[in-house]
């Protein structure tokens, strides 16, 4: 045994004085290469830790059941001794401007501001000269015969002019924005000199709050009963839900608003190359109605006025809880910096579905050339989600974002885009742990799900027209007039 033990190690040092110093050369080479190999991997795990957030841990219940609706229900009905209008032979026509939520916002307005002046409304002209340049007629987009039935207690509607008023002189109306009942009341005295009141434009020509109740109601009749969608665009729209929910059951509607107006309009450069900053910065400049051109995009963001990129947004819902598996349809126009930049998005949910892979080609052939009709179908599957995400407060998430409280405060997650930015920021800059990201995104949005509060007031400080300006439109949030308790309605 001895004598084996001492032949074995008399072995191994033979075999170390065998080793060349190329060889261990080489073999401290390897092992050097091995570790920063090794340094590397890690550091790109670490930082890919930092831009991918865990997700929190939560139930089913916890990410699509709605919130309590705590008893209310819509109420749009008029009171007992409410009357509507019967126009007595004069008329308003109307010039809607804008897309499709400003437009059915205005509609809505100008249905209530025809009752206050006693006038027979034809029915409106829709915005041909808008960024969409859609030439979609009233009855392309709403169902134009229910409109004018639904109403018709509230006030006397027409397709068109009389004949023999179509070559008077009209009163060509700017009405003035976020007007009371008292201004449209003192308006009543043009009927004086013309029997045609012309407006030129409709969007926002009503003030948010401190109106009748029935004039309140009467918005919400229209908007939420009276413009239905038209036949085809209501049968395809409920076809696409259908097919979602066959897909996975359950689906986020997100609207993403990272559009190439969008953008422009409000300087936001967050992530884009300098080509891409300086051709947004060009069609700003050569947009006569935008008013502000010189914009600082790093306090844009900062201020939370930017709409969240595909990026921002799939680290927030990951955040938030959703699965990498979710069914997320997009409700959108064309992503600024197409599939490179909805990549982004798709790397934390690859289950991304658009209406074009949802319906064939034949199926959309009739909305190809027509931005509103396609919008609208954009509507209707927002509408109907189990969730509903913007990426961005613009008109159409405001009116979807309205239209689902008063269907019962469907669940909607508004992002809180001041506070995201700081937490993005500090979590790229290594300050904050990736678990503690999603648990300050889960706390930050606790309560903004769409749970029934009150419409908010204008901004602190605010005065003036910016008071009216600021205040919460009252088609975000028809809370209270148009959604009561059981006891009020």
């Known amino acids: 045994m001895v004598n084996h033990r001492g032949w074995s190690v008399m072995k191994t040092k033979s075999i170390y004085r065998k080793q060349s110093p190329r060889t261990i050369a080489l073999y401290i080479f390897l092992l050097f290469a091995f570790s ?64 499709l939520n400003q437009m059915r916002t205005g509609i809505s307005d100008m249905v209530a501001v025809a009752h206050i002046m006693n006038a027979t409304l034809v029915i409106p002209k829709l915005d041909k000269q808008s960024f969409w340049q859609d030439s979609s007629a009233f009855s392309d987009i709403f169902d134009e015969l229910h409109f004018i039935t639904t109403l018709q207690k509230d006030v006397r509607i027409v397709k068109q002019l009389p004949k023999e008023l179509e070559l008077v002189p009209r009163a060509r109306k700017h009405f003035t924005s976020w007007s009371s009942m008292g201004y449209y009341k003192e308006m009543t005295q043009l009927w004086n000199e013309y029997q045609v009141i012309h407006v030129v434009k409709s969007d926002s020509r009503l003030a948010n709050n401190d109106l009748p109740l029935d004039i309140q109601r009467l918005r919400c009749r ?44 409000t300087g936001c450069t967050s992530g884009l190359t300098d080509a891409e900053s300086e051709e947004l910065r060009i069609m700003r400049e050569n947009t006569k109605h935008w008013k502000v051109k010189d914009i600082n995009p790093t306090e844009q963001r ?10 921002e947004v799939g680290m927030f819902l990951r955040a938030i809880g959703y699965p990498p598996s ?164």
């Not at 139930?59 to 009905?77: I, V």
């Not at 900062?302 to 990026?311: A, D, E, R, V």
């Open 36 to 99: 920063i190999f090794f340094f590397v991997f890690n550091a790109g795990n670490i930082e890919q830790q930092q831009i991918n957030p865990i997700s929190v841990q939560k139930t089913d219940e916890e990410l699509w059941d709605p919130p309590s609706t705590r008893g209310l229900r819509p109420c749009a009905h008029p009171k007992r001794r409410y009357k509507g209008t019967r126009g007595s032979g004069r008329y308003l026509t109307v010039n809607c401007n804008g897309g």
């Open 222 to 265: 229209a908007m939420y009963h009276a413009l239905r969608f038209s036949p085809p665009i209501e049968s395809l729209g409920k076809e696409l839900v259908d097919r979602l929910r066959t897909q996975s059951g359950k689906y986020i509607a997100l609207h993403l608003r990272y559009e190439k107006d969008m953008l422009a309009f």
């Open 302 to 311: 900062k201020g939370g006025f930017c709409p969240l990129t595909p990026k």
């Open 326 to 489: 979710t069914l997320i349809y997009v409700a959108s126009g064309e992503i600024y910096g197409g599939d490179a930049r909805l990549s982004e998005l798709k790397s934390y949910f690859p289950n991304l579905v658009f209406k074009e892979k949802l319906a064939t080609k034949e199926e959309l052939n009739a909305f190809a050339k027509h931005a509103t009709q396609s919008a609208a179908l954009d509507y209707i599957v927002s509408l109907e989600s189990d969730v509903f995400v913007p990426s961005y407060s613009g008109n159409m998430a405001r009116a979807i974002e309205g239209h689902r409280r008063f269907l019962g405060h469907r669940k909607t997650i508004s992002p809180d885009r001041k506070g995201l930015v700081k937490l993005f920021d500090e979590l790229e800059r290594g300050n904050i742990r990736t678990s503690s990201f999603s648990e300050l995104v889960w706390q930050m949005h606790k309560n903004r799900k769409g749970a029934p509060r009150k419409r908010k007031g204008p901004s602190p400080g605010a005065k003036g027209k910016e008071r009216f300006r600021t205040e919460e439109s009252f088609y975000e949030n028809p809370y209270h007039e148009c959604i009561c308790s059981p006891k009020g309605i």
